[in-house]
């Protein structure tokens, strides 16, 4: 019985919903060998320590708690010091990170200085015997490779959404640390988080996305996925490589293989055609609806549900009836 | 300034890919390569810092057999002004091997500054350029999005889930390269010409024992998509309706 690791991931003192991903996995994995602890790093400015109950909701048994006035912002070569000196010290089989920019950064510096490999970006996992065997998609999620990950523990960052967050209540145990890399002595220094409308949500937490390409034929027209995404109250709007590259969008914005991977629980695209690099991104979502006037597009062979028409007149006609079902 | 980039051969993503006999590896026949997407992004960068600095040079570094000379030589043409071919027979699937034998030909190499491209387009690990770093003990930042380098340090944007950060670090120091930062110029004919004059050294390297490795490789089960529900927005209310009572997810 061996217990398992999992970085909780904050921004701005708040627990990402990634945060609670990874805990579920980590429990996951502690359950299927043998039922150990899941064992939960939460590293903050004084206060982030107030997250550590929720982490408990999902099933944390431990939270070690690394509170530092120095760390209001994520600190690359800190937060990955403090998280392998942990992981080294507490003989877990496994360590958990999320597939977000952070994790990524973070998991390979952090098994780079334990001396074990890694598995990155993974979509289903896998205890067998002395290994971790995990899916991962390549080459533009065109491939699914199973990898085997031997060694331990375990380090793997988990695809935002792979799992679903599931409660596993426990009031968790909470134990205070100091950072293992005093915070004025990194060389790498975050200066600034700058975020955009804060109360927007985000393409990898929002459980429906609302995407758009050439199709609105303007940036202008993008108002109308704005209004349906309203009509949602939870969905964001997301775009295609094509729109963010004429500048109509963010590029931070942009769904696909070069963008943001998501997984959503309804995917609509509208007037997207379905090019591959865009399909990368978000073939995995669950419920896919496409809205495109050419009915041989790509993005219908990949839709559960299809409307053959224009954007411009089916996205006003769409938000309406959401709107009727949410009020 | 002294540089290094280190660049992955990559298979043309835009493509239908077959897995092969094997199994665990994807069919090679009939496929274009080409340097990784964001390796090239990370060539450019280099480039342009060295263009703007008026001096410096270039070093463009690539693990595999002889074929990855190939896109070596290519970096040449577009202005790099040497290579080295880590000669191995095969790319692991495993980062930290890739890691350790980058490291080891890094290390003395004095370099300022040490580009990567954020992943490889094929394996999409995104592990290489971070563990690189920490076997060397050198600042690192991963996915940047703009890199401005003055006076020995550098500032980075990172672009994050709705968000983005702002870090400073010092040099010597190992950077990856986002997208977005600087599309890669296509190699002029002198430049292709004057490549072929520029050294390209062979080191042979060995490989550790992976621990990550590939057991099979498939293609995604085919999605059994496809319902047209109708034309305009009259097929509105029946994709409502669907979407409460079939997808359950309104």
């Not at chain 1, 003989?91 to 990155?120: H, I, T």
């Not at chain 1, 988080?193 to 199709?215: C, H, M, Q």
């Not at chain 1, 943001?260 to 073939?283: E, F, K, N, T, W």
């Not at chain 2, 790319?91 to 091997?97: K, T």
């Amino acid at each position: 019985m061996a217990n398992t690791f999992a970085f909780a991931e904050t921004r701005g003192g708040t627990l990402r919903k990634v945060a609670l991903e990874a805990v579920t996995a980590a429990r996951q994995i502690a359950d299927a060998t043998g039922g150990g602890e899941v064992h939960a790093l939460l590293v903050g400015a004084p206060g982030v320590a107030t997250q550590a109950e929720r982490l408990g909701q999902y099933g944390a048994d431990v939270v070690i708690v690394v509170e530092n006035a120095a760390l209001a912002l994520y600190s690359p070569e800190v937060v990955a010091a403090t998280a392998a000196e942990r992981i080294r010290t507490g003989g877990y089989r496994a360590a958990v990170f999320s597939a977000s920019a952070q994790g990524k950064d973070l998991a390979p510096r952090v098994a780079a200085k334990l001396g074990v490999s890694m598995a990155g970006d993974v979509t289903a996992f896998a205890v067998d015997g002395d290994s971790v065997v995990v899916k991962h998609p390549v080459n533009t999620g065109k491939v699914i490779a199973t990898l085997a990950l031997t060694g331990a523990p375990a380090v793997l960052t988990l695809r935002p959404g792979a799992v679903q967050a599931a409660e596993a209540a426990r009031t968790p145990r909470v134990e205070n640390a100091a950072p293992a890399l005093d915070p004025a002595a990194a060389r790498v220094v975050p200066k600034e988080l700058i975020t955009g409308n804060t109360a927007k949500l985000d393409l990898g937490e929002a459980p429906v996305i609302v995407s758009g390409g050439r199709g609105l034929r303007a940036p202008e027209n993008f108002k109308l996925l704005e209004d349906l995404a309203a009509a949602f109250g939870n969905a964001a709007v997301g775009a295609t490589r094509a729109v963010t590259d004429d500048g109509w969008r963010p590029h931070s914005d942009q769904i696909g293989q070069t963008g943001r991977l998501v997984s959503p629980d309804l995917y609509i695209a509208c007037g997207i055609s379905g090019a591959i690099q865009h399909l990368a991104g978000m073939r995995t979502s669950r419920t896919i609806v496409a809205v495109n006037k050419d009915r041989e597009a790509p993005i219908f062979k990949l839709a559960d549900y299809g409307i053959v028409g224009d954007v411009l007149e089916v996205l006003p006609a769409l938000t309406e009836a959401v709107k009727r079902v949410k009020r | 300034m002294k540089m290094a980039v280190c660049i992955k051969r990559v298979a043309d993503m835009e493509t239908r890919f077959r897995i092969a006999a094997d199994g665990r590896s994807v069919d090679q026949a009939g496929l274009k390569f080409d340097i990784s997407d964001f390796d090239g992004y990370a060539v450019e960068v280099a480039l342009q810092i060295k263009e703007k600095e008026g001096q410096g040079d270039i070093t463009v570094l690539s693990l595999g057999p002889d074929i990855v000379q190939e896109q070596l030589r290519k970096a040449l043409s577009m202005g790099a002004d040497r290579a080295v071919q880590l000669k191995t027979d095969q790319v692991p699937f495993d980062g930290l091997l890739i890691a350790r034998v980058l490291a080891d030909a890094l290390r003395d190499g004095g370099y300022d500054l040490i580009l990567f491209g954020r992943m490889a387009i094929d394996s999409s690990n995104q592990t290489v350029g971070p563990m690189t770093a920490e076997l060397l003990d050198l600042p690192c930042i991963t996915a940047a999005s703009g890199l401005d380098i003055a006076n020995g340090r550098g500032t980075a944007r990172r672009e994050l889930e709705g968000a983005a950060e702002l870090l400073e670090f010092p040099l010597p120091a190992v950077v990856t390269i986002d997208e977005g930062i600087a599309r890669p110029r296509l190699p002029s004919l002198k430049g292709i010409m004057g490549a072929k004059k520029k050294p390209l050294e062979v080191k042979p390297v060995s490989l550790g024992e992976p621990h990550l490795t590939v057991k099979s490789m498939e293609l995604p089960p085919e999605r059994t998509g496809g319902r047209i529900l109708g034309e305009g927005p009259a097929a509105v209310p029946e994709l409502v309706r669907l979407l409460q009572t079939e997808a359950k997810v309104l």
